[in-house]
Nanobody
Framework: QVQLVESGGGLVQAGGSLRLSCAAS????????MGWYRQAPGKQREVVAT???????NYADSVKGRFTISRDNAKNTVYLQMNSLRPEDTAVYYC?????????????WGQGTQVTVSS
């Protein structure tokens, strides 16, 4: 079992920056891919960025060049640095972790943190 604790959301003006953090509890599971998703009101949850255990990065086109995902494996923590924020980035942001034990994979979600960008 893995528990995730998110922090760092808030209200910011357009053009501003925020940094999200998500710490995964210690576990016997191996942490593989870590990532961030978001869900705006009335919309489906969408991937924002992911980072594999080997450091491979993937970004949604809408955030490329503005957001940076990183991880600290020693702390089991993933970060999302968000710069040049836009009103359309407003959403609840969820941390996601893929954990593995043996041949089994498990998917865990954080509680979500609100990001609001005012124009």
């Amino acid at each position: 079992q893995v528990q995730l604790v998110e922090s760092g959301g808030g209200l910011v003006q357009a053009g501003g920056s925020l940094r999200l953090s998500c710490a995964a509890s210690r576990s016997t599971f191996s942490i593989n891919t870590m990532g961030w998703y978001r869900q705006a009101p009335g919309k489906q949850r969408e991937v924002v960025a992911t980072i594999s255990s080997g450091g491979n990065l993937n970004y949604a086109d809408s955030v490329k060049g503005r957001f940076t995902i990183s991880r600290d494996n020693a702390k089991n923590t993933v970060y999302l640095q968000m710069n040049s924020l836009r009103p359309e980035d407003t959403a609840v942001y969820y941390c996601n972790v893929v954990a593995q034990t043996g041949i089994s994979r498990y998917y865990y979600w954080g509680q979500g943190t609100q990001v609001t960008v005012s124009s």
